[in-house]
């Protein structure tokens, strides 16, 4: 009787700790692409059928480097549009994303048509994956951006990662239950401005053999600090009114920290990974 007594006291005190702290944080979570990230390029003397996705096609697949590109060579239009794939299926179903950056290091960059379409943006990627060499996975990268624009020429620096800040419309992309598919493409591509020279950015895959430069997006999102992921790395702070006192200041981070000490000491010390 005296063991099911301090059992059910147990459980008592368990669920008020546990509505105790039933409080929002901030998680900011690095997510790396998968190794089937893949590029297609599309060929043809003439522009609109290279764009169209009617040239010739053929695909790159767990390459180390790939150039992001619109050229001209052998005669021929080129069209190079790249696919990243990120696991995002850790983020809590119940969670509000609030940002995400999409990562990529660059290692050199070449400009010969500086006409204002020499610029690198994101959009949706909906065909196969890994890519396969047909004109349904060429047209597969959606028409809306959803990112800002990254200027070859002025905004891409070499032998640094260059990030891309995902707007209302990209972070919609993010897949809480399964893949990101985030897709690149260039100016003259997006815009059908036909190239007259060779952009390119020549970046970083993730089977390059340096890990430290693999391509990755970066989530920021509110969720309940008892639905935080049980792996993966990240980092959490208080949410803006943490303490619910109307007010958004030093207590909150104060009396942030004084719960997530004693939930990591005390309450689920084997259920979260930092």
């Known amino acids: 009787m005296k063991n099911q007594a301090w059992i059910f006291l147990f ?68 069209i190079r549009r790249t696919v990243f794939g990120f696991d995002t299926s850790l983020i809590p179903s119940s969670a509000t994303i609030l940002s995400a950056k999409l990562n990529v290091y660059a290692e050199n960059k070449v400009v010969n048509d500086n006409d204002g379409y020499d610029y690198i943006s994101v959009f949706e990627y909906s065909g196969n994956y890994p890519i396969t060499a047909t004109k349904s996975d060429f047209v597969a990268f959606g028409s809306t951006k959803g990112s800002n624009d990254l200027d070859i020429s002025s905004s891409i620096s070499s032998s640094a990662y260059n990030v891309w800040n995902l707007n209302a419309i990209g972070l919609s992309w ?11 493409r260039l100016g003259h591509d997006i815009d059908n401005h036909e190239i007259s020279g060779d952009n390119y950015m020549y970046g970083c895959m993730t089977n390059h053999s340096d890990t430290s430069q693999d391509p990755y997006l970066e989530v920021k999102y509110i969720c309940d600090i008892l639905d935080l992921p049980d792996s993966g790395v990240y980092t959490i702070g208080p949410g803006a009114d943490y303490n619910d006192d109307g007010n958004v200041d030093s207590a909150d981070i104060d009396d942030y920290l004084k719960d997530v000490g004693i939930w990591v000491k005390e309450v689920w010390v084997n259920e979260i990974s930092f």
Do not use: C
């Not at 053929?58 to 080129?78: K, P």
């Not at 993010?174 to 897709?183: A, E």
């Open 174 to 184: 993010i897949n809480k239950s399964g893949v990101t598919f985030l897709g690149m």
């Open 11 to 78: 459980l008592i005190s368990f669920l008020f700790v546990k509505s105790t702290f039933a409080k929002d944080v901030t998680v900011t979570q690095k997510f790396y692409s998968n190794s089937d990230d893949s590029q297609i390029t599309s060929y043809n003397p003439t522009w609109l059928i290279t764009r169209s996705g009617d040239g010739a096609i053929y695909v790159t697949i767990n390459n180390e480097h790939e150039y992001f590109e619109n050229n001209i060579g052998g005669g021929n239009r080129i």
